[in-house]
């Protein structure tokens, strides 16, 4: 097993789209960046790269500023200057079909219908790790394109600061390749106690 990670963050580049709900991946991979004291990002392969250490392992950042649909064209690059193998990547982004703050995990599977992970998939085939944080659906097929990039609800930040918060600290157990603790752990740690 290869001591050196590759977390992608999806997204779209540019102000416009910081706060939305299609950028959750950047906003993960800023809020890991910030935990662990990261360089500032820097432009490298088509996108925004830093790199910090967790315990044993090299973890490099990556968020893709090719737009969401063309997010293959800076992760492969990134991953082939390392010498990494597609299991190396982990990929964070928004999921539609799981509740709002509801996170899975797993390698490989569908693209269900996600333009970046299509794209990704295109170049690298599908062995990657994905890391599924539910946006919740607007309910209507018509509405998801608005629904996706439009930013957050004031409602969300009762899951999302604690998202961002916890996945960091649980960063570990990912990069060692243990989904289920990690899942079992971030519901644990994201759910209010009863009062």
Do not use: C
Not at 60 to 71: A, G, H, R, V, Y
Not at 72 to 82: C, D, E, M, Q, T
Not at 159 to 165: E, G, H, I, R, Y
Request: proline share 9%; aromatic share 8%.
């Amino acid at each position: 097993m290869s001591q050196t990670r590759l977390l992608a963050g999806l997204g779209n580049p540019g102000a416009k789209y910081a706060a939305t709900r299609h950028n959750i991946g950047f906003r993960l991979l800023d809020a890991i960046a910030a935990h662990y004291n990261a360089p500032p990002f820097r432009a490298r392969f088509q996108g925004a790269f830093s790199e910090i250490r967790v315990d044993e392992f090299k973890v490099l950042l990556l968020k893709p500023q090719t737009f969401m649909n063309e997010s293959g064209r800076s992760v492969a690059p990134a991953l082939k200057y390392h010498n990494l193998d597609v299991s190396d990547a982990i990929v964070f982004y928004d999921e539609l079909d799981l509740p709002p703050g509801k996170v899975r995990v797993k390698q490989g599977g569908g693209l269900a219908g996600h333009n970046g992970l299509r794209s990704i998939n295109a170049h690298l085939g599908p062995a990657f790790w994905r890391v599924r944080v539910g946006i919740g659906h607007p309910g209507r097929p018509e509405q998801v394109a608005s629904y996706v990039l439009h930013p957050f609800a004031k409602a969300d930040d009762a899951w999302l600061a604690p998202l961002l918060d916890e996945v960091p600290r649980l960063l570990p157990l990912l990069l060692e390749n243990k989904p289920s603790e990690f899942m079992n752990q971030l519901h644990l740690r994201m759910t209010p106690p009863e009062s």
